[in-house]
């Protein structure tokens, strides 16, 4: 177990927002403000993508030299609404400090190959927006980690395989806390200190929702902001007693 298992997420998130009240309706995926993303948005991006993926074809193929279509590499509704979410929060934050954007632009044709996405569709282009918006914030200060910060990337380290059961925070501390660990945790305090204003909600259904600013390179999460509500959004009638509660788990596709 070494720090520099730890990587960097390819883009910055945010979203950790405190609200007085959730809201949901039908049809919505996520509020940023007074600005719904609405299901069916959602739901015309991916299906844009389904209608670039290459269909199997009963003809055989011409010839050796005939290169199959490239195969899309479908997200997940979770991952559109993230990315929705996010480009509309860091917009309106880069547009609220009169931030720029970087000289040098990522394009759809860029980013689509790492996707693994056709480079002439909305989604592609909204990642690209997004990953643009990202890199014209400035670098946060850095943030000494406390040994909750340190016992929750342990922990998730030891979900992942790369940090062994037997180690403690104590133990690891030296190894972890460096420049990756506090830059992370410097972006998740001033990104969501700055966006609490714009009342983000997500729909129960894509809760808990939470966006990764550092990963061990198993690709397990170190440093993540939750995007919205926790994954519960039940209401309690505090005028009468409270029943026992039965819990019951779900699963959110990655």
């Known amino acids: 177990m070494r720090a520099r298992r730890l990587v960097a997420a390819t883009s910055v998130a945010v979203g950790l927002v405190a609200l007085a009240g959730c809201r949901s309706e039908p049809g919505v995926a996520a509020y940023v403000g007074d600005h719904r993303i609405t299901e069916d948005a959602v739901t015309r991006l991916l299906d844009e993508l389904r209608a670039e ?4 074809s009963a003809e055989p193929s011409a010839g050796p030299e005939q290169a199959a279509p490239a195969e899309v590499r479908m997200p997940s509704r979770t991952q559109v609404v993230s990315n929705l979410v996010l480009l ?3 917009q309106r934050l880069a547009d609220d400090k009169g931030y720029q954007p970087p000289p040098q632009r990522v394009t759809a044709s860029q980013i689509a190959p790492q996707l693994g996405v056709p480079a002439d569709t909305a989604y592609a282009e909204r990642v690209a927006d997004l990953t643009n918006c990202m890199n014209s914030l400035p670098a946060p200060e850095p943030v000494a980690p406390t040994e909750q910060d340190l016992a929750e990337v342990v922990a998730a380290g030891k979900s992942a395989g790369v940090i062994p059961a037997e180690v403690t925070v104590q133990q690891a501390a030296a190894q972890l806390d460096g420049d990756q660990l ?3 945790l410097g972006s998740k305090k001033v990104l969501a200190d700055a966006i609490t204003g714009y009342e983000v909600s997500v729909s129960p259904r894509y809760r808990p929702l939470e966006i990764p600013l550092l990963s061990f390179a198993a690709g397990q999460a170190a440093v ?3 995007l919205g ?3 519960s959004d039940s209401v309690t009638d505090v005028s009468k007693p409270e029943p026992e509660v039965t819990e019951s788990a779900g699963t959110v596709a990655p």
């Open 182 to 184: 506090r830059g992370a």
């Open 53 to 56: 993926a290459p269909t199997p």
């Open 224 to 226: 993540s902001v939750p």
């Open 229 to 231: 509500e926790p994954g």
């Open 88 to 90: 509309d929060v860091c």
